[in-house]
T-cell receptor, first 116, second 111 residues
Framework: EPEVTQTPSHQVTQMGQEVILRCVPI?????FYWYRQILGQKVEFLVS????????KSEIFDDQFSVERPDGSNFTLKIRSTKLEDSAMYFC??????????????FGPGTRLTVL | SQQGEEDPQALSIQEGENATMNCSYK?????LQWYRQNSGRGLVHLIL?????REKHSGRLRVTLDTSKKSSSLLITASRAADTASYFC???????????FGAGTILRVKS
């Protein structure tokens, strides 16, 4: 069964460093998302991406964050200068929205980002 | 703001019993989705119910949706120890839109 994959599973970085989190969405999906979950808290929406541009972004997704679909299969989240409060589990999701199907979003296993 | 809120926050039952979790939200939605998360792991999609549906079944799962009360329930029948996990509802207000997650219900099934 097709699934969303994410790499790495765990990333440790120093404050102020740039990180890139990678995702391979399900191949026939059209919408892509990043969410994050700070330990013990709710899953929070960061950004949605469709047709090679951002559809919607949350207040969390400030100028330090960017997304890209560089090659038609990967979907990346870059954090330019990490802060301690960026430590969280980051989930990529994708959905094959089309009329009558509904927006079922399938999530990857997550990347645990630890900022020291 | 649209927001799913689950209750109870935690539920502990014996294997074989049924588990019911509830979710309330505040605004109109296109659909509502339920997810399971095992400790420290990813989110597994369980079921999606559209705003024009009232009930949906998938295996041992039964989901109801009452749009007049802005609430949904997830019933797991004949629970197993492997059902131990956190369960989240998430609401979707539009095409391709973000999901807004509730805080979740922690379910523990004792064998």
């Amino acid at each position: 069964e097709p699934e969303v994959t994410q790499t790495p599973s765990h990333q440790v970085t120093q404050m102020g460093q740039e990180v890139i989190l990678r995702c391979v969405p399900i191949s026939n999906h059209l919408y892509f998302y990043w969410y994050r979950q700070i330990l013990g808290q709710k899953v929070e929406f960061l950004v949605s991406f469709y047709n090679n541009e951002i559809s919607e972004k949350s207040e969390i997704f400030d100028d330090q964050f960017s997304v890209e679909r560089p090659d038609g299969s990967n979907f990346t989240l870059k954090i330019r200068s990490t802060k301690l409060e960026d430590s969280a589990m980051y989930f990529c999701a994708s959905s094959a929205w089309f009329s009558g199907r509904g927006n079922e979003q399938f999530f990857g296993p997550g990347t645990r980002l630890t900022v020291l | 703001s649209q927001q799913g809120e689950e209750d109870p926050q935690a539920l502990s039952i014996q294997e074989g019993e049924n588990a019911t979790m509830n979710c309330s939200y505040k605004t109109s939605i296109n659909n509502l989705q339920w997810y399971r998360q095992n400790s420290g792991r990813g989110l597994v999609h369980l079921i999606l119910i559209r705003s024009n549906e009232r009930e949906k079944h998938s295996g041992r799962l039964r989901v109801t949706l009452d749009t007049s009360k802005k609430s949904s329930s997830l019933l797991i029948t004949a629970s197993r120890a492997a059902d131990t996990a956190s369960y989240f509802c998430a609401t979707d207000a539009g095409y391709g839109n973000k999901l807004v997650f509730g805080a979740g219900t922690i379910l523990r099934v004792k064998s």
